[in-house]
């Protein structure tokens, strides 16, 4: 089983930065495609960002792109999305997830493992 948990949400005026990280169990490493997601309140839950185990290719929304990295370390089994210049639109809670495949970077339906999330609010 693939477990993931994120931690490093906070709250951050506009233009600050932030850097999240996705904890995951060594069988995550397995999985073709690491992912973050949001979800604001009434919102649908929306890519941010993806990153594929064997070749290291990234994908981004066009609202992050150019602000926020997604980026990983195997040896501390960890994932990162580092975000600057956040802008109050970014507020949302951000989820890690992990899909055994790959075929499908950017959509939610692909991925099989979530983590609980963590919160990122930030202010005008």
């Known amino acids: 089983q693939v477990q993931l948990a994120e931690s490093g949400g906070g709250l951050v005026q506009a233009g600050g930065s932030l850097r999240l990280s996705c904890t995951v169990s060594?069988?995550?490493?397995?999985?073709?495609?690491m992912a973050w997601f949001r979800q604001a309140p009434g919102k649908e839950r929306e890519f941010v960002a993806a990153?594929?185990?064997?070749?290291?290719?990234?994908y981004y929304a066009e609202s992050v792109k150019g602000r926020f990295t997604i980026s990983r370390d195997n040896a501390k089994n960890m994932v990162y999305l580092q975000m600057n210049s956040l802008k109050p639109e970014d507020t949302a809670i951000y989820y890690c997830?992990?899909?055994?495949?790959?075929?499908?970077?950017?959509?939610?339906?692909?991925?099989?493992?979530w983590g609980q999330g963590t919160q990122v609010t930030v202010s005008s």
């Open positions: 990153i594929t185990w064997s070749d290291l290719r990234t």
């Open positions: 060594d069988q995550a490493f397995i999985n073709a495609a």
């Open positions: 997830a992990a899909d055994r495949f790959g075929s499908s970077p950017k959509s939610k339906d692909a991925y099989e493992t």
